[in-house]
T-cell receptor, first 116, second 112 residues
Framework: EPEVTQTPSHQVTQMGQEVILRCVPISNHLYFYWYRQILGQKVEFLVSFYNNEISEKSEIFDDQFSVERPDGSNFTLKIRSTKLEDSAMYFC??????????????FGDGTRLSIL | RKEVEQDPGPFNVPEGATVAFNCTYSNSASQSFFWYRQDCRKEPKLLMSVYSSGNEDGRFTAQLNRASQYISLLIRDSKLSDSATYLCVVNMDLDSNYQLIWGAGTKLIIKP
């Protein structure tokens, strides 16, 4: 079964440094998402991406965040100047159709980001 | 009012028992509904979509009640491997944008 893959599985970074989280969505999917989950808390939507542009973003997704699809397979989340509170599990997801379609999203294993 | 609300549990249930969770949602314009399960420190995995007519997948049954704005998940003949957190996810129309809103999850512990 095709799956979403994320790298690295764990990233440790000094506060203030930039970090890039990578994702390879399922190949025929058209919509891509980033979520985060702070330990012990609920999954929170960050951003959705379609047709090479952001389609929706949450209040969490401020100017320190950016997303990119640099080629036909990768989808990246960049955090420019990391803060302690950015420590969380970051999940990438993809779906064939958009969120209004009722299509479920398929998640990667996540990247655990630890900010020191 | 929370947009998607779940009883956090934990539900401690003996193996073989039947257990049911409810999830309430605030927006009547919600369009689609899902149950995901999440094991500790792992990614959410789709368990099942929830259809208006209700749907069943093996030991799992999902129901939708639009009038009362809740969805339910029933697990029959529970197994030890069913221990996980069950997340209710609702596709809501918020400010003319559909957004997936996640509940905080209900923790289920199946005991031998």
């Amino acid at each position: 079964e095709p799956e979403v893959t994320q790298t690295p599985s764990h990233q440790v970074t000094q506060m203030g440094q930039e970090v890039i989280l990578r994702c390879v969505p399922i190949s025929n999917h058209l919509y891509f998402y980033w979520y985060r989950q702070i330990l012990g808390q609920k999954v929170e939507f960050l951003v959705s991406f379609y047709n090479n542009e952001i389609s929706e973003k949450s209040e969490i997704f401020d100017d320190q965040f950016s997303v990119e699809r640099p080629d036909g397979s990768n989808f990246t989340l960049k955090i420019r100047s990391t803060k302690l509170e950015d420590s969380a599990m970051y999940f990438c997801a993809s779906s064939l159709l958009g969120r209004g379609s009722g299509q479920p999203q398929h998640f990667g294993d996540g990247t655990r980001l630890s900010i020191l | 009012r929370k947009e998607v609300e779940q009883d956090p549990g934990p539900f401690n249930v003996p193996e073989g028992a039947t257990v049911a969770f409810n999830c309430t949602y605030s927006n009547s314009a919600s369009q689609s509904f899902f149950w995901y399960r999440q094991d500790c420190r792992k990614e959410p995995k789709l368990l099942m979509s929830v259809y208006s007519s209700g749907n069943e997948d093996g030991r799992f049954t999902a129901q939708l009640n639009r009038a009362s704005q809740y969805i339910s998940l029933l697990i029959r003949d529970s197994k030890l491997s069913d221990s996980a957190t069950y997340l209710c996810v609702v596709n809501m129309d918020l400010d003319s944008n559909y957004q997936l809103i996640w509940g905080a999850g209900t923790k289920l512990i199946i005991k031998p």
